[in-house]
T-cell receptor, first 114, second 113 residues
Framework: DAGVTQSPTHLIKTRGQQVTLRCSPKSGHDTVSWYQQALGQGPQFIFQYYEEEERQRGNFPDRFSGHQFPNYSSELNVNALLLGDSALYLC?????????????FGEGSRLTVL | QKEVEQNSGPLSVPEGAIASLNCTYSDRGSQSFFWYRQYSGKSPELIMSIYSNGDKEDGRFTAQLNKASQYVSLLIRDSQPSDSATYLC?????????????FGAGTTVTVRA
């Protein structure tokens, strides 16, 4: 049973560029959440997607956007990259119908902005 | 005030000892509480969840919740070197349309052999 998969695992961008990160949820899950984890910090909620819609959003600027596809996979897009966007981006999946708060995380995409 | 605060680490304990981790939260509406373990360079994994006041035991782990004091803790008994990791406390409000988890910054535990 495949868990949550994310790609790419590492990437380096320069300020002002745009990046797209991808996530496939665990089999049987229909909900995808994205978190940003800066070095030495806990994960911060970016947004959650369910039924191809953004269901909830954290305190992140509009430069952060996302999408969910009919097969439940998801993308996170970040425009106009800033140095402060350097972080580990974690995708977490869950099943809305049985959700108790347990999230299954992927291994993350580590973004470095130079 | 941060939503979730954890005792600053790192916490170093000898093998076989008890590691005690503390977490406080600011939102009295929080209803669900979780401890995630994160090994260096890896993603968080859930090790305990607790929803009602009192203690919950799972193997060597015991979670304790006191909603009146807005406090949740994790005890690791008979600590092993494999327990060396960062432990993240997370809370969820459980309100309608509120699905996010709020995480603390984590406490890093090192178990000395």
């Amino acid at each position: 049973d495949a868990g949550v998969t994310q790609s790419p695992t590492h990437l380096i961008k320069t300020r002002g560029q745009q990046v797209t990160l991808r996530c496939s949820p665990k089999s049987g899950h229909d909900t995808v959440s994205w978190y940003q984890q800066a070095l030495g910090q806990g994960p911060q909620f970016i947004f959650q997607y369910y039924e191809e819609e953004e269901r909830q959003r954290g305190n992140f600027p509009d430069r952060f956007s996302g999408h969910q596809f009919p097969n439940y996979s998801s993308e996170l897009n970040v425009n106009a990259l800033l140095l402060g966007d350097s972080a580990l981006y974690l995708c977490a999946s869950s099943h809305t119908g049985t959700y108790t708060g347990e999230l299954f995380f992927g291994e993350g995409s580590r973004l470095t902005v130079l | 005030q941060k939503e979730v605060e954890q005792n600053s680490g790192p916490l170093s304990v000898p093998e076989g000892a008890i590691a005690s981790l503390n977490c406080t939260y600011s939102d009295r509406g929080s209803q669900s509480f979780f401890w995630y373990r994160q090994y260096s360079g890896k993603s968080p994994e859930l090790i305990m969840s607790i929803y009602s006041n009192g203690d919950k035991e799972d193997g060597r782990f015991t979670a304790q919740l006191n909603k009146a004091s807005q406090y949740v803790s994790l005890l690791i008994r008979d600590s092993q070197p494999s327990d060396s990791a960062t432990y993240l406390c997370a809370v969820r409000r459980d309100g309608a349309n509120d699905y996010k988890l709020s995480f603390g910054a984590g406490t890093t535990v090192t178990v000395r052999a």
